[in-house]
C-alpha cells in the first residue's frame, strides 16, 4: 500500500491499483518536474478516488464524490505533501481542464 498525506489524515491507498501517476498537459513540464515524490502519491490518490467513483457510477450508486471535490483533494494533498502553492494550484488548473475537456464537470 502507499500512504498519501493529506489534510485530513493519512490516506493508504490498496495494493494493486494500476496509475499513471500524473499524465499532465504538455506545458506544466517546464514549469517543474511533474513526477516527484511530493506528487506521486496525490496523483495516485486522485486516480483511485476517480476509479472509486466510476465504479460506484457502474453499480448504480450515487457517487459519493464529485468530480470537483476529488480534484480538490488533490490540490489539497500535493500541499500537504510539500509542493508549493503556485504548483499545486497549477496541477489543480491541469485536472479542471482536463475534467474540463471530457465534460466530467461534476
Known amino acids: 500500500p502507499l500512504a498519501v498525506r ?3 489524515g493519512v490516506a493508504e491507498l490498496p495494493a494493486g491499483r494500476e496509475t499513471d501517476f500524473m499524465s499532465a498537459p ?4 517546464w514549469f ?8 506521486a502519491g496525490p496523483a495516485a490518490l ?11 457510477r457502474a453499480a448504480g450508486v450515487p457517487a ?4 470537483r471535490e476529488i480534484d480538490r483533494v488533490f490540490r489539497l494533498a500535493l500541499l500537504a505533501q510539500g509542493a508549493s ?4 494550484w497549477a496541477c489543480w488548473a491541469g485536472v479542471r481542464w482536463q475534467a474540463w475537456r471530457t465534460l466530467d464537470l461534476g
Not at 486522485?46 to 460506484?56: G, I, K, M, N, Y
Open 6 to 8: 493529506t489534510p485530513f
Open 26 to 29: 504538455w506545458w506544466l513540464g
Open 32 to 39: 517543474a518536474p511533474v513526477v516527484s515524490w511530493r506528487t
Open 46 to 56: 486522485h486516480d483511485v478516488l476517480l476509479e472509486w467513483r466510476d465504479e460506484q
Open 64 to 67: 459519493p464524490m464529485a468530480r
Open 85 to 88: 502553492p503556485l504548483f499545486a
